[in-house]
């Protein structure tokens, strides 16, 4: 398991994508740090390429990457290594890879020009969600044979969760508006990793306007102890059941 | 002997007006009204360091109760600790303990009725009720006070400084915490608060009604369970006043009912839910101010016109300003808006495009509250990106036309 | 050495093998034949446990396959199309491998040198031509010294010294006394190498001897015209079968 990871790494690091995707990171970082002085700005900025740009990279790379080492996956299927072993060093190489960029590629501006809490926050939570994102493609992947139709099932999984889910959101808000909704939101906001990093994110930028509908109870939550581990257990969670369920299929895959 | 000549000599420099009267000392443990019956007007009653007990103790002639290191008066969960009917009252010093908790008669840590120039300095009130009542007295000082209160609930505790038709008086100085208002003033006239801070009380920071003509300068409202609410006033001062971290569904900075020809001036506005929310209100000025990381940083409703918001700062607000109508007849104008995309070519240092500073979303979680727990969203960042290329829904003139392109420096007001 | 016991496999409604039953026994060099879409390569893909069978078993040394992943440290299996992760270099390729299976340490380094791959170890995956990728596919078939060869259309896109090279190694691993199982279209190349031929028709085995008595049978003397027939027979079959069907 150990040296196929260490293999597939390799590989992958020395891919074109790792060095141009982290040079993409850190020219973004650099531009806005550039525009902005202060770091509310920079943290908004950032949020909206945590939050769309990252998990769509992680969704089309992960699943595209998967069909072009489909071929070596089979080589290694006809080696003396475990299924299991295989899928996960595919994985592990590509949620490695993701992460290393955003933390290279945001990382080393923030240790020029300074970072908060707040950043280094969504700095976490655009790992985990690229983790989640991989997960997905990869799971879109092991379920069909078709390296287009895995890329488009990847953007929907995209799609749904940074667009139809919040419209669907909307619309359950507006027609229920005259109930008590705040656990209801809670549990829907837990459904959708997208969202679960977005409202953590709101309880470090917006928590004023927060407080004005949801009172405390939303700052209650997400700022005991016992919410904070809920929710990393619930982002934990989405990190861990899309590749779950992908390595189940894997393992009962034809190639 | 030489020593009590310079001891009475310090004494007489400190508190002038002690010169003219006897000095009664008490001890540990005496009876204060007994004393008080005792005093010629213009005495002053010493209250040794220790702990004295009593209630409804009444004062009817001009007397200074001083109190040595904090001596403590016990109400004994009692009535009104003191009671005061006269002029030149003075307390200073003590440390008042303990009232009833009457709502029918209103019990106070010391209540004055139909009195003038009093002063109530350097005292510290524990637990009463109401902490420091009056009503119908003027040229009132109360300074250098601290009022705590640990009720748990907005209906066990009553306001911390209550004025009543008052008029010129001054409040300065004075720390209320956890009482139901910190500064509560009806009918009160030409009357100044000044460096006051308010924290933590469980209704309003300050609230006044009827209240013209008065000052409210460099004072903290922090933490207030709905902020500062001022109604039914004209000729306002407010300036230099922090409002900070004001929480919740109905919690503001201020709100401004029906407040006319006022002026609210070099505040700053921090982390409230609502910087400023205000309906009914005419022809006031909002000057200079700065709006910090507040939720919403001006409500403005649709019921207030002709007020000017001008030259003020907007930072890191979650929305600048939101209403609930498509009239608006109030003018925006050199405001510092920090969304402001826009571009300075004739380098005025003014933004060459307008600036709305109403986004649709803003809109919509005025209808439905809930929706805010969606914002940041790639779905309201799509429809807002929308109304900003075609408007549609926000209101056509609520515009700044010369947005500032560069935040003003406004100091931090007094800390 | 192994046996393959009563597979089923289906891809969807479409059953590609029906109770499939093979014996191939060490020694013996076998040649895998039949049309396309036959179940050749699904044959293949079973045994390296690449696709798994809806029913049925395979043994190999009398051991069942299914959990199993150490048996196939005994299997040399050449693909028809080798890829590679594009940014390893043939030796971190050869050294990965060898890694996989730390319980060998005696290489057969024969093809590695007659290709002259050991002059390129650290040219990149990626710069190969689809002929020399092919090598390299060679080279780590048989760098193991399995005791089994399975090899997929090993000489398509070789050059003709290359083909030589190859077909020789193949030849004396059979003399050693290996199992190998071929699979190509060029007949002559078949008939070179296996002394077994197995035809594989719709999913069933249709013929499964020597190639002598395959020979005897169709009373043809040469392999290419014997295997010809061997299709007219099959696809006769097959008509019949159709003519039964509309009655």
């Not at chain 2, 003027?138 to 505790?157: C, D, G």
């Amino acid at each position: 398991m150990y040296k196929l990871l260490k293999y597939s790494l390799y590989d992958i690091v020395k891919s074109r994508f790792a060095l141009l995707y982290t040079l993409f990171l850190v020219l973004v970082a650099i531009s806005i740090y550039q525009v902005s002085e202060d770091m509310g700005k920079v943290s908004l900025s950032l949020l909206n390429i945590m939050l769309m740009i990252v998990p769509l990279i992680a969704a089309v790379f992960a699943s595209t990457h998967f069909f072009n080492n489909l071929e070596f996956t089979e080589l290694m299927l006809a080696q003396p290594v475990k299924r299991r072993d295989v899928f996960l060093s595919q994985f592990l190489a590509v949620a490695f890879v993701l992460s290393m960029a955003l933390i290279v590629g945001f990382g080393v501006p923030m240790l020029i020009w300074g970072a908060d809490v707040t950043i280094l926050t969504l700095l976490g939570i655009g790992i985990g969600l690229s983790v989640i994102f991989a997960g997905l493609a990869f799971l879109a992947s092991v379920m069909t044979r078709d390296k287009a139709k895995a890329i488009g099932i990847s953007l929907s999984f995209w799609i749904y969760f940074s667009l139809v889910y919040d419209g669907f959101v909307l619309y359950l808000i507006y027609s229920l508006a005259d109930y008590p909704l705040e656990k209801t939101t809670l549990g829907l906001v837990f459904l959708n990793p997208v969202d679960l990093g977005r409202i953590i994110m709101l309880m470090q930028l917006d928590i004023s306007a927060l407080m004005g509908y949801t009172g405390a109870f939303f700052q209650n939550f997400f700022g005991s102890f016992q919410g904070i581990l809920i929710s990393s257990g619930v982002l934990l969670l989405w990190m861990l059941w899309p590749s779950y369920f992908a390595l189940r299929v894997f393992r009962k895959k034809d190639f | 002997m030489k020593t009590l000549i310079v001891l009475l000599f310090a004494i007489s420099c400190f508190l002038p007006n002690l010169a003219s009267g006897t000095v009664i000392k008490l001890t540990s443990g005496g009876n204060i009204q007994m004393a008080i019956d005792n005093a010629q007007p213009g005495d002053t009653i010493l209250l040794a360091a220790g702990r004295y007990e009593g209630h409804d103790l009444t004062i009817r002639k001009p007397l200074t109760i001083w109190g040595e290191s904090y001596p403590v008066v016990d109400g004994m969960h009692k009535g009104n600790i003191f009671l005061v009917a006269a002029e030149n009252v003075h307390f200073k010093g003590l440390h008042i303990i303990n009232s009833g908790k009457s709502t029918m008669e209103d019990s106070a840590g010391i209540k004055f009725f139909d009195s003038k120039s009093c002063t109530v300095s350097d005292n510290l009130l524990e637990e009463t009720y109401f902490a420091l009542h009056f009503s119908n007295s003027e040229e009132i000082t109360v300074s250098n006070n601290r009022l705590f209160s640990s009720a748990e609930k907005e209906y066990q505790t009553g306001n911390g400084i209550h004025l009543w038709k008052c008029k010129n008086s001054t409040i300065e100085n004075n720390t209320v915490m956890g009482h139901r208002d910190g500064i509560y003033l009806e009918f009160v006239t030409n009357t100044v608060s000044r460096q006051n801070t308010i924290e933590g009380n469980k209704r309003y920071g300050l609230h006044f009604m009827f209240s013209h003509d008065n000052s409210y300068l460099q004072n903290t409202f922090r933490r207030n369970g709905a902020g500062v609410a001022v109604m039914y006033t004209h000729n306002v001062l407010m300036q230099e006043n922090l409002f900070e971290e004001n929480w919740g569904a109905s919690s503001y900075g201020i709100l401004l009912k029906d407040i006319t020809d006022s002026q609210v001036i070099n505040n700053i506005f921090r982390k409230n839910t609502i910087g400023i929310y205000m309906e009914g209100s005419s022809r006031n000025t909002f000057q200079n101010n700065s709006f910090q990381q507040n939720g919403w940083a001006f409500k403005l409703m649709a019921s207030c016109d002709r007020n000017t918001i001008e030259a003020n700062n907007f930072l890191g607000n979650t929305f600048d300003i939101s209403t609930n109508g498509s009239v608006v007849l109030n003018t925006l104008n050199q405001n510092y808006w920090d969304k402001y995309e826009g571009y300075d070519l004739d380098k005025d240092r003014l933004g060459d495009v307008p600036y709305r500073p109403i986004n649709l979303f803003s809109m919509i979680v005025e209808k439905i509250p809930a929706a805010v727990i969606l914002w940041r969203s790639f779905l309201v960042t799509l429809l807002d990106r929308m109304e900003k290329v075609i408007p549609s829904i926000t209101p056509e003139n609520m515009i700044d036309n010369s947005p500032k392109m560069k935040p003003y420096d406004l100091g931090t007001a007094h800390s | 050495m192994i046996s393959v016991r009563h597979i089923h496999k289906k891809f969807g409604k479409l059953d590609v093998l029906k109770d499939f039953e093979l014996e191939f026994q060490a020694g013996n060099s076998y040649a895998l034949m039949g049309p396309n879409g036959s179940g050749k390569t699904t044959l293949i893909k079973i045994i390296l446990a690449m696709v798994l069978p809806n029913s049925g078993d395979v043994l190999v040394n009398g051991q069942s396959i299914k959990g199993n992943t150490a048996y196939r440290s005994q299997i040399g299996y050449m693909p028809q199309i080798g890829r590679y992760p594009d940014n390893m270099r043939i030796g971190q390729l050869f050294s990965m491998m060898q890694d996989i299976r730390p319980e060998i340490k005696d290489y057969d380094m024969d093809l590695v040198k007659a290709f002259g791959l050991d002059t390129m170890l650290d040219k990149p995956m990626h710069t190969l031509s689809g002929g020399t990728r092919q090598k390299v596919s060679a080279a780590l078939a048989f760098m193991f010294r399995p005791a089994i060869l399975i090899l997929d259309e090993p000489t398509a896109g070789l050059d003709p010294i290359a083909v030589e090279v190859l077909k020789n190694k193949i030849k004396r691993e059979r003399e050693a006394g290996k199992l190998i199982l071929i699979t190509s279209h060029i007949l002559s190349e078949l008939e070179e190498l296996t002394n077994q031929a197995i035809y594989i028709f719709e999913g069933e085995v249709f013929f499964n001897d020597s190639v002598e008595s395959l020979k005897d049978i169709t009373g043809e003397n040469k392999f290419s015209t014997a295997i010809a027939r061997l299709m007219e027979w099959s696809l006769k079959k097959n008509t019949k079968k159709t003519e039964l069907a509309h009655v």
